[in-house]
């Protein structure tokens, strides 16, 4: 079974930035596609960024320009670096893998919060 542990939330003020980092118990090459979700409270989950196996990436047009996925295949890891966070930022961010059958998995989240 996969296991996704999803790490580097907290607590940043505007304008600040923070890296997520999303850690696979197996190889990642299982995965067509890694991508990182959020939800703020009162809101259903949104896909932020994602990125494929070859290595195509898409980001959400609320953190284009700000936020950039990527993934390291040879240390089983997603990343997704936010800059010039905002406010409306604020959520628990959930890292999501997709096998090339369309079974996913989900990590547990890791709270993001903006504020002054």
């Known amino acids: 079974q996969v296991q996704l542990v999803e790490s580097g939330g907290g607590l940043v003020q505007p304008g600040g930035s923070l890296r997520l980092s999303c850690a696979a118990s197996?190889?990642?090459?299982?995965?067509?596609?890694m991508a990182w979700y959020r939800q703020a409270p009162g809101k259903e989950r949104e896909l932020v960024a994602f990125?494929?196996?070859?290595?195509?990436?898409n980001v959400a047009d609320s953190v284009k320009g700000r936020f950039t996925i990527s993934r390291d295949n040879a240390k089983n890891t997603v990343s997704l670096q936010m800059n010039s966070l905002k406010p409306e930022d604020t959520a628990v961010y959930y890292c999501?893998?997709?096998?090339?059958?369309?079974?996913?998995?989900w990590g547990q989240g890791t709270q993001v919060t903006v504020s002054s």
């Open positions: 999501k893998s997709t096998n090339a059958y369309g079974g996913h998995s």
């Open positions: 197996v190889s990642m090459f299982r995965f067509n596609v």
């Open positions: 990125v494929t196996s070859g290595g195509t990436t």
